[in-house]
Structure formats: structure tokens, C-alpha cells
């Protein structure tokens, strides 16, 4: 049990390092193909063919792993208004108020789901191509939602997961009054 443990925290932690290196190549791509696309277009007057829509679909793709990215950092997920105002002074309203968040986003992630995976199926029978490059097939972003949306999913379990089990030690360990 405590192999699998660690076979799964290991897993854990390349996952979340890969998204991270494709968040970086992500923002550094779509940065340097505006940079490129802005130089031809305004200093030598020549502008690339394609190259705008290359750059959003590298963005689109940079900001789907930078949704996965910043649920498993726990970054973005609720407004925290309520919590600074009435819960910074209870440990324990502050673990279930946590736990509370991401069993909503969890819920609605979930009842987003059928949605994409539709979405996903219909681009993968029926594929899409590019409007300036023909062959270009573009089903790739309907698939990528589905998929981000899968790893959102999954990163959402994980912290759950530990919420609970954080509000359910604070229950019985009988942290504050």
C-alpha cells in the first residue's frame, strides 16, 4: 500500500511538472509568435501567412493547461471574500468552507462534462480544418477541452480528497471551539 502511495504521489508530481513545462512553452510560444507576427506585420511589411492563427491556437492551448495548472495550485478556484470576512479567525470554518469550495467546483466540472465529451466525440467523427491552411486539421482544441477538463477533474478528486481528511482530523482532534 505505502509503494502504491508513493507510485502515485511520484505520478502526481510528474504530472504537475509537465504541465508546468507546457505552461511555460505555452506563454513563451504564443509571446514570440505575437512578437514575430507584430515585426512582419509593421516593420518589414510583410506579414505570415497563418501566423496569427497559429499564435491562437498555441494560446487557447497555453490557457487549457494553465486551467489544469492553476486548479491543482489551487489558484482562481473561489472568491474568498466570505472566508477573509467572517473565517479567518476559525481553523475549523476555514477547512470546511476549503472543502466546501471544491466540492462545488468539482460539481460543476462534472456537469460540464457530458457537454465536452459530446463536443469531443463530434470533432473526432466529424474532423475541422483550417480555413487558410486546408489540411490543418483544428479538431485538436475540441479534444484538448475534454482532456483539460479530465485532468481538472482529477486534480479537483486530489484536493478534495485532502480536505476532507483535513476537516475530519480537525473534527476529531477537536481543534478550536
Known amino acids: 500500500m505505502a509503494q502504491m502511495k508513493t507510485l502515485l504521489r511520484s505520478m502526481q508530481s510528474l504530472l504537475h511538472r509537465v504541465e508546468l513545462v507546457w505552461c511555460i ?6 509571446t514570440l509568435l505575437v512578437f514575430v ?3 512582419n506585420r509593421w516593420l518589414i511589411r510583410y506579414p505570415l501567412m497563418g501566423i496569427g492563427d497559429l499564435a491562437l491556437y498555441v494560446f487557447v492551448a497555453f490557457m487549457l493547461i494553465a486551467a489544469a495548472y492553476t486548479t491543482w495550485n489551487e489558484g482562481h478556484i ?3 471574500f466570505f472566508r477573509d470576512k467572517f473565517l479567518w479567525h476559525r481553523p475549523r470554518g476555514l477547512s470546511v468552507h476549503k472543502a466546501c469550495m471544491v466540492l462545488i467546483a468539482l460539481a460543476v466540472a462534472l ?3 457530458p457537454a465536452t465529451h459530446r463536443f469531443m466525440a463530434a470533432a473526432i467523427q466529424y474532423p475541422q480544418y483550417g480555413t487558410l491552411v486546408r489540411w ?14 479530465a485532468l481538472i477533474l482529477l486534480h479537483l478528486i486530489v484536493i478534495a ?5 483535513n476537516v475530519i482530523h480537525q473534527y476529531r482532534s477537536g481543534d478550536e471551539a
Open 136 to 149: 490543418f486539421n483544428t479538431s485538436w482544441l475540441q479534444i484538448m477541452v475534454f482532456v483539460m477538463l
Open 111 to 113: 456537469s460540464i462534462l
Open 37 to 39: 507576427q507584430v515585426i
Open 161 to 165: 480528497q485532502r480536505d476532507i481528511r
Open 25 to 30: 512553452l505555452g506563454l513563451a510560444g504564443c
Open 78 to 80: 473561489s472568491v474568498d
